[in-house]
């Protein structure tokens, strides 16, 4: 599994496990890989899938809980992909957002999305008693649900 900038094609150094070989060679990451899409509302998504890998659909503006809660001032967080991340943002999270549709409606690619994602990083967190406000009682419940519902609640 790999942030979805695993997917853009850069190339990998493979370097050989001999210690008295310095020769290396490159290789591009390549299904069956999993990706972990978290930039935008879903577009990386879709063209992961599209390129066939299997996705974990995590729109950093819906699913990273280090986000602050509100835009108040004293609220705690971080604001890198968001004002704020309210319970509601999370239970907006459409996985299938950005996948082009048929004509009958449903979402080309979208058998390749294995799951959502919720990310807290850690190290934004001063205790237990803050990591616990981030994640309860809403907002993971919310991404839970979404998961559980498949983004159709």
Do not use: N
């Not at 994602?117 to 994640?135: N, T």
């Amino acid at each position: 599994m790999g942030w979805e900038e695993a997917s853009y094609g850069q190339r990998c150094a493979a370097t050989s496990s001999s210690s008295s070989s310095s020769s290396s060679s490159s290789s591009y990451l390549r299904p069956p890989a999993t990706i972990c899409a978290w930039k935008g509302g879903g577009e990386a998504g879709a063209a992961a899938a599209a390129a066939g890998f299997d996705v974990v659909m995590m729109p950093a503006r819906h699913a990273y809980l280090d986000i602050a809660e509100s835009d108040h001032p004293a609220s705690p967080g971080l604001y890198w992909a968001a004002p704020c991340l309210t319970a509601e943002d999370a239970a907006a999270l459409d996985p299938f957002a950005g996948f082009p549709s048929e004509e009958g409606g449903s979402a080309v690619g979208c058998g390749r999305v294995v799951g959502v994602g919720a990310a807290l990083w850690g190290e934004v967190c001063r205790d237990r008693v803050d990591m616990a406000a981030r994640l309860f009682p809403t907002r993971l419940a919310q991404m839970a649900r979404v998961a559980w519902c498949g983004g159709r609640v």
